[in-house]
């Protein structure tokens, strides 16, 4: 595998550092001082993905932890991950798993929530 361009890094850093954030491919683009396509283009051609497809599989990734180790509740867990819309978070959470975050939760055995 080749090294990874500097733009890139620098994005993967910044969406593993905080998932939750607000991020927009322009935002993320201007701090790294490229074009959003030209972004794109980098970012693709090191990791196979956008970086707005890779933020998406962080969140569900760190979804998935939170309802493994936590008792937050969906809705709380997506929002915790920068998905405010729970039915947005249960839909991506499943594009990415596979299943709804519920039923990850009751097969992974994470802690239930209690209401």
Sequence with gaps: ????????????ALLEADVAGDWT???LAALVHLSPSQLNRVF?????????VRLHELRAERMAELLRTTSLSV???GARVGWTDPGN????FHRHWGMLPTAYRRIVGG???QR
């Design 89 to 92: 978070a249960t839909k991506r």
């Design 25 to 27: 491919l322009a935002g």
């Design 44 to 52: 693709v051609a090191d990791t196979g993905r956008t970086p707005l």
């Design 1 to 12: 595998m080749s090294a990874l361009a500097p733009a890139t890094r620098t994005v993967l």
């Design 111 to 113: 802690i239930q929530f």
């Design 75 to 77: 809705r709380a867990a």
